[in-house]
């Protein structure tokens, strides 16, 4: 696996670090309420787990999957709901947790979805974001990393399925994408 990466942008201590980072800042943010933690499947899945077990606070978790329809490695902003929240989000407080905001559309769907159901508030924790692709204005309020507007792997992001794995951020090689 080794051989197929070109360099590290995050390592895995830096992705710790400011993961509790983030969850002191949520535990101080949400004192005394009761936050439900929606993860975006799959790529959410390490953060999720991370942040969970970083935070004091008693924080419910619940899961969505969309699919952005789109070719390849780019995001089209049309979204599908592939499994939708067991848990009715009226009157609750949310805090979306993203492994990535790349041109944000997917995330400026899911909000509007989240909005319509009527919850007391909604946030946002993405692990990375990349600012240079953004396209529509989104407000996060916590972001792990801004990185570079490059294609990466690693921490649950996952180039055909696999990298999820990596406990740090990176690019691939050349030859990993032409194979
Ligand atoms: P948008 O463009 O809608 O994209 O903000 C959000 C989703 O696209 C995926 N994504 C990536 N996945 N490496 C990945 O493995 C990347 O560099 C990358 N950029 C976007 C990801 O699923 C994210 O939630
Ligand atoms: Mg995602």
């Not at 975006?40 to 008693?58: E, T």
């Not at 041109?103 to 989240?114: F, M, P, R």
């Not at 792997?153 to 030859?175: I, S």
């Amino acid at each position: 696996m080794g051989a197929d990466l070109e360099k590290v942008l995050v390592t895995a201590e830096d992705i710790q670090r400011r993961v509790a980072e983030l969850a002191a800042e949520i535990d101080r943010d949400y004192a005394g309420r009761d936050v439900l933690l929606v993860g975006v499947l799959k790529g959410a899945v390490m953060v999720m787990a991370d942040l969970a077990r970083a935070l004091h606070l008693p924080a419910q978790m619940d899961w969505m999957a969309v699919s952005s329809y789109g070719s390849g490695t780019k995001s089209s902003g049309v979204v599908r709901i592939l499994k939708d929240l067991d848990t009715d989000i009226a009157g609750r407080d949310v805090l979306v947790v993203e492994d990535i905001i790349d041109s944000g559309l997917t995330l400026s769907w899911l909000l509007a979805n989240l909005n319509s159901r009527g919850p007391a508030s909604v946030e946002v924790c993405a692990m990375f974001r990349k600012p240079d692709a953004i396209k529509v204005p989104l407000r996060v309020r916590y972001v792990g990393f801004d990185i570079p507007n490059e294609f990466v792997v690693g921490y649950g992001l996952d180039y055909a399925e696999r990298y999820r794995n990596l406990p740090f951020v990176g690019t691939l090689a050349q030859h990993v994408y032409t194979r």
